[in-house]
């Protein structure tokens, strides 16, 4: 009995023993995600609008690339903490201020309203805090204003010329109906930002450059929107009829709407009409592969998230930054209606023959 005692004793004891020794892995483990011994680095980031489908695209990669840099850095945990500005310039202002007052390291700013962006700025420059603004392209001076300052961003008027290149290069032109006349409706994003203008403007000078001529039937702002989208191309179809030769939206967004109001009016892009977005959001990318899209431009989310946060950290690092990063852009066009171009043409040689 007594040796039995000893046994049960003896196996208590080795038990509690491991238990220790796994409870103090545990708190290693929790120090380690909490910053542990690593030093930690704050970075806030000040999103225009949280329902926007490319700031979507941008934000959720910024995290998943945080997430990255964390899994293969022993020595540095970056935090970074992002907001939504819920498209009002008061919230984002409530929303920087108050990265001020945390102390944040760095702070990437999309701002709501480029014009208003130079104010947002001069407070974090104030605090000694850097700053880098994406996707929403502010005047050169406050670019300047400070060394701590820069874009990361994509060239607005290369996507424009993008855009109208697609167009200019089908067989027919763009000219939908053989009238020698492309007649469009034009889908703009925001007024006040320098993307909308510039796609608006570059857009149409591709054409023009090339000897084209255009008509403009109706231009209106849709603000990134797909609802908005449809609306305005569901408006334009009713109004103008077959004479509507090409939809051009500033994004996709847009162009997915655009997209349902064309196959309402019973239109068929590719035949009768032709479409145009920028961003190549998966959306748009399937109806691209449906034949039901022109084509877009893709807007490079993951290099554009992933440049913002290294920049970020250089200069959170004390390394001198540049006062821009250019993302290209990169025209995308369906390699499935190209085929079906080509077969048809081949077919219709063949009947001739
Ligand atoms: C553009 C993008 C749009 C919209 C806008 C917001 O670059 O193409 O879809 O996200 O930014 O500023």
Redesign the pocket.
């Known amino acids: 009995m007594k040796k039995m005692k000893k046994i049960i004793a003896l196996m208590l004891t080795i038990f509690m023993m491991a238990s220790l020794a796994a409870c103090g892995g545990n708190e290693a483990t929790d120090e380690a995600t909490d910053g542990g011994d690593k030093k930690v680095v704050n970075i806030g980031a000040a999103i ?1 609008q949280y329902d ?4 979507t695209l941008y934000r959720t990669e910024m995290e998943n690339y945080v997430k990255s840099l964390n899994e293969s850095s022993t020595d540095v945990e970056y935090k970074l903490t992002l907001v939504d500005g819920k498209n009002d310039m008061a919230t984002q202002t409530e929303q920087i201020n108050s990265f001020i007052t945390q102390g944040m390291d760095a702070i990437i700013l999309n701002p709501v309203q480029t014009s208003s962006a130079k104010v947002l700025v001069d407070k974090c420059v104030e605090a000694n805090i850097p700053v880098v603004i994406i ?2 392209e502010p005047d050169g001076s406050v670019i300047t204003s400070s060394d701590k300052v820069c874009y990361v961003g ?1 060239d607005a008027k290369q996507s424009g010329t993008y855009q109208g290149e697609i167009i200019r290069d089908l067989p027919n032109k763009g000219d939908a109906d053989g009238d020698g006349v492309v007649r469009y409706i034009m889908i703009q ?1 925001d007024p006040e ?1 320098s ?1 909308a203008q510039f796609r608006t403007e570059y857009s149409i000078k591709a054409l023009t450059d090339a000897g084209i001529e255009v008509e403009e039937l109706m231009n209106q702002i849709g603000n ?1 929107a797909t609802d908005q989208g449809q609306q305005i191309a569901a408006n334009g179809l009713a109004q103008f009829g077959d004479k509507v030769d090409v939809i051009f939206c ?4 847009m162009a997915v709407g655009a997209s349902a109001a064309i196959k309402q009016a019973g239109r068929t892009v590719g035949k009768d009409i032709y479409l145009v977005g ?2 190549a959001i998966d959306q748009a990318m399937d109806l691209l592969n449906k034949g039901e899209l022109t084509g877009t431009v893709r ?1 490079n989310h993951i290099d554009q998230s992933h440049t913002a946060v290294d920049v970020a950290i250089k200069a959170v690092n004390g390394e001198a930054i540049e006062d821009y990063y250019w993302i290209d852009y990169e025209k995308v066009t369906s390699s499935d209606s190209a085929t079906e171009e080509e077969t048809e043409a081949e077919e219709t040689t063949e009947a001739a023959a």
């Not at 926007?52 to 700031?55: A, S």
């Not at 500033?250 to 967004?253: A, P, Q, V």
């Open positions: 225009y926007d489908n490319f700031m996707n929403r994509a994003g930002n993307d990134w500033n994004n996709d967004g920028v961003d807007n």
